[in-house]
Nanobody, 124 residues
Framework: QVQLVESGGGLVQASGSLRLSCAAS????????MAWFRQAPGKEREFVAA????????DYADSVKGRFTISRDNAKNTVFLQMNSLKTEDTAVYYC?????????????????WGQGTQVTVSS
């Protein structure tokens, strides 16, 4: 079973940038489809971005398209989320998720393993 630990969250001003990391242990990440989700206070968890096991396909929520970039370094067993032009509405806890099937969807049920999350707060 793979374990996931997110890092890189914090407090940033609007229009700033952050880079989140999701480090895996216990098993190589290379066969897994990976995704980022987020949950703001009082709201449901929502899909942010995903990348297939090969890295050949990426998907983004409309709200982050053109601002966020998901990538992976299988040699380092790590997935990244580069977040630029941050907005106050991006404030949330961000979760990394891994799916053994290798493909990705926008549904949380696709993913078998979740990290504990990292807080991102964007101030105006």
């Amino acid at each position: 079973q793979v374990q996931l630990v997110e890092s890189g969250g914090g407090l940033v001003q609007a229009s700033g940038s952050l880079r989140l990391s999701c480090a895996a242990s216990g098993r190589t990440l290379s066969p897994y489809g990976m995704a980022w989700f987020r949950q703001a206070p009082g709201k449901e968890r929502e899909f942010v971005a995903a990348i297939t096991s090969s890295g050949s396909m990426r998907d983004y929520a409309d709200s982050v398209k053109g601002r966020f970039t998901i990538s992976r370094d299988n040699a380092k067993n790590t997935v990244f989320l580069q977040m630029n032009s941050l907005k106050t509405e991006d404030t949330a806890v961000y979760y990394c998720a891994a799916g053994r099937a290798g493909w990705v969807t926008r549904r949380g049920t696709t993913y078998d393993t979740w990290g504990q999350g990292t807080q991102v707060t964007v101030s105006s």
